[in-house]
């Protein structure tokens, strides 16, 4: 069965460092999209990703963040210098409709020190 | 913005009974999406429910949409202890979010 994938599954980093999040969605999806879970908290939206470009963002998505998809199969998600705030598990998900099912990864836990 | 907002009590129940949990949300909707998530893993669709429908069944999973009131619910019916995760209602609407609300945490004792 196809599925989303994620790498790292757990990065641990520096307080301003950067960190890149990588995720390959299923083949056939169109919609891309990143969320993240502060531990305990509600799933929250970060960016969605349509034909190349961003589609929507919510207001988390700040200039320190940024995606992209370089080789039409990896979806990433750059975090330029990182702040403890952002400590969190990333999801990755991909859809084939727009407002259809989300298929999730199993997640990158980042933890910023 | 759309929001689902599940109520936020945690569930404790035996195995064989019957669990039920309720969401709200505040705008319109195009689909209301119930997902599972077991601690540390990623989410996992269970069941969408589109706008002009009132319920939909999935295996021991229903799921009802009130409209007039925002409101949806999930019952599992004979509940496993498999069944013990934290269950997540989204709602789609014209945009391109799901928008997620903070989750159901239900326990099953076997």
């Known amino acids: 069965e196809p599925e989303v994938t994620q790498t790292p599954s757990h990065q641990v980093t520096q307080m301003g460092q950067e960190v890149i999040l990588r995720c390959v969605p299923i083949?056939?999806?169109?919609?891309f999209y990143w969320y993240r879970q502060i531990l305990g908290q509600k799933v929250e939206f970060l960016v969605s990703?349509?034909?190349?470009?961003?589609?929507?963002k919510s207001e988390i998505f700040d200039d320190q963040f940024s995606v992209e998809r370089p080789d039409g199969s990896n979806f990433t998600l750059k975090i330029r210098s990182t702040k403890l705030e952002d400590s969190a598990m990333y999801f990755c998900?991909?859809?084939?409709?727009?407002?259809?099912?989300?298929?999730f990864g199993e997640g990158s836990r980042l933890t910023v020190l | 913005s759309q929001q689902g907002e599940e109520d936020p009590q945690a569930l404790s129940i035996q195995e064989g009974e019957n669990a039920t949990m309720n969401c709200s949300y505040k705008?319109?909707?195009?689909?209301l999406q119930w997902y599972r998530q077991n601690s540390g893993r990623g989410l996992v669709h269970l069941i969408l429910?589109?706008?002009?429908?009132r319920e939909k069944h999935s295996g021991r999973l229903r799921v009802t949409l009130d409209t007039s009131k925002k409101s949806s619910s999930l019952l599992i019916t004979a509940s496993r202890a498999a069944d013990t995760a934290s269950y997540f209602c989204?709602?789609?609407?014209?945009?391109?979010?799901?928008?997620f609300g903070k989750g159901n945490q239900v326990v099953v004792i076997p």
């Open positions: 998900a991909s859809s084939e409709a727009q407002t259809g099912e989300l298929f």
């Open positions: 083949s056939n999806h169109l919609y």
């Open positions: 990703f349509y034909n190349n470009e961003i589609s929507e």
């Open positions: 705008t319109s909707i195009n689909n």
């Open positions: 429910i589109r706008s002009n429908e």
């Open positions: 989204a709602t789609a609407g014209g945009n391109n979010r799901l928008a």
